[in-house]
């Protein structure tokens, strides 16, 4: 089965950009017509999709999130990576990884378990 592990900093300065590591098993993310990206829950609210890359590499970001989001990946690792500027107390979520069945597709079949991340001085 497919199994998604996020990790990085779970603090993170303003002004600072937030990086996070998704660790996939079980799967390619260069194969097939998945997606996978990254969606958060700031606390108290519902969940925000960021964006998302292909199994081709394309990405596909969040339209108020674009400017600050990037979405890479090291296919030799078989990790995907988010990095957010600028952040702010704003951006203090829970952080999730996901799989989709396909870029902009929604439909979430695996997720990682979620990570921590505030933004505090």
């Known amino acids: 089965q497919v199994q998604l592990q996020e990790s990085g900093p779970g603090l993170v300065k303003p002004s600072q950009t937030l990086s996070l590591t998704c660790t996939v098993s079980?799967?390619?993310?260069?194969?097939?017509?998945?997606?996978w990206g990254w969606i958060r829950q700031p606390p108290g609210k519902g969940l925000e999709w960021m964006g998302a890359?292909?199994?081709?590499?394309?990405?596909l970001y969040s339209p108020p999130l674009k400017s600050r989001t990037s979405i890479s990946r090291d296919t030799s690792k078989n990790q995907f990576s988010l990095q957010l500027s600028s952040v702010t107390p704003e951006d203090t979520a829970v952080y999730y990884c996901?799989?989709?069945?396909?870029?902009?597709?929604?439909?979430?079949?695996?997720w990682g378990q979620g990570t921590q991340v505030t933004v505090s001085s």
């Open positions: 996901y799989r989709e069945a396909g870029l902009g597709y929604g439909g979430y079949d695996y």
């Open positions: 079980g799967g390619s993310i260069t194969t097939g017509s998945y997606a």
């Open positions: 890359i292909g199994s081709d590499g394309i990405t």
